[in-house]
């Protein structure tokens, strides 16, 4: 498929993807659309901001019937931003559907009126999904086209008895599952819940277009050293906590230094997360400092920077978190962050597969800007290494943050 026309895609749906910029399908739309085309159930596993929305959007929306009662389709997703953002892309389209998101933290009122007055598309989370059905407010028994978007974490333990329950208010829909990351466990899922499937996996994650090094920081000099980098960097940067109290308690203490940041944390009402969002996309706020609510889907362009300042969970949570940056062909950068308390947790996440990161020389960073790679030991780490301690360098290794830049 070298073309959307190839697939089938109507005139309608060709102008839209037009006025949007958008001529010619990136790998993983190329792969999924014609097999979606043809009513096949596909699974993609393909890198953050690789074009996987457009990629089961466009098909939905050529082949979804337009008369008769509904909803005809079905996008669940983990987080209300991420469903806010498919629903978003689905009405750039400018098609005929009918579509509404249900999602909890805000009253019922405009979700029922929206599904009284009629919908064909349904974007929302599992909990107020299950919520409204129960109340007879939406019914499932006609979807016809299923989507599961970040799968990995809709079929995990959190979430899984919630969807195991929606998939089981349907009757054999085309069925599509997404997501950045498919762990071996989460394809044994997935052939329980799709027929036959299509693999579409690409393997390019970030590429050459993204740079991860490793900065080894003393605890208590974790906040000052990220305070230095954020001022050197000077752009758009996404910082990740792990806790909801420590993302609160983190974005007070860098307003405190100066720095222009917004938090977006599950403790939040739903007003205050879009305003934290609407504030970040456009500008006003140069830096985001969030729990792993942030780390999945949420599209943000240009990120120049990610900050693992502390640890998460899983291999497959790093490789989320730093999927904010570097993606479509940008560049970007992003920086983990491992003290020495850190060193059982971060052996734990390379046996998970997490990537090898070379460490970066602090100093020359926080000082210069230079990435200047640290040689190779298989030394323990034994102490953090700290901003004021002396480097030897070998300037030609070094590379420098861009250019200042204002949002």
Known sequence: MSSFADAGVGPHTLAALAALGIDEPVQVQAEAIPALMQGRDVVIEAPTGSGKTLAFLIPMIERLPRRGAGPKALIVTPTRELALQVEKVLRSMK??????????????ATQRLALKGGVDVVVGTPGRILDLVGQGKVSLSRIEYLVLDEADEMLDAGFAPSVEKLLGLTYQPQTVLASATMPTWVSNMAEKHTHDAVQVRLKTEGGPTLEHGMLRVAREHKLQTLSRLLHRH?????????????????????????HNTVELQGDLSQAIRDRAMASFREGRSQILVATNVAARGIDVNHVGLVVNFELPDSAQWLTHRVGRTA?????????????????LAWTKLSRQGAPDIRELDTNLLLEEGAWHYRERSTRPMQAAHRPSQPATVNHSRRRRWPARTRP
Do not use: W
Not at 327 to 334: D, I, Q, V
Not at 335 to 340: A, D, E, S, Y
């Open 327 to 343: 993606r479509m062909g940008e560049a970007g950068r992003a920086l983990t962050f491992v003290t020495p308390e850190d060193e």
């Open 95 to 108: 098609c005929d559907l009918r579509s509404t998101v249900l999602y909890g933290g805000v009253g019922y």
């Open 234 to 258: 000077g752009g758009t940067a996404i910082i990740f906590g792990r806790t909801k109290h420590g993302v609160k308690k983190l974005n007070h203490s860098l307003r405190q230094l100066g």
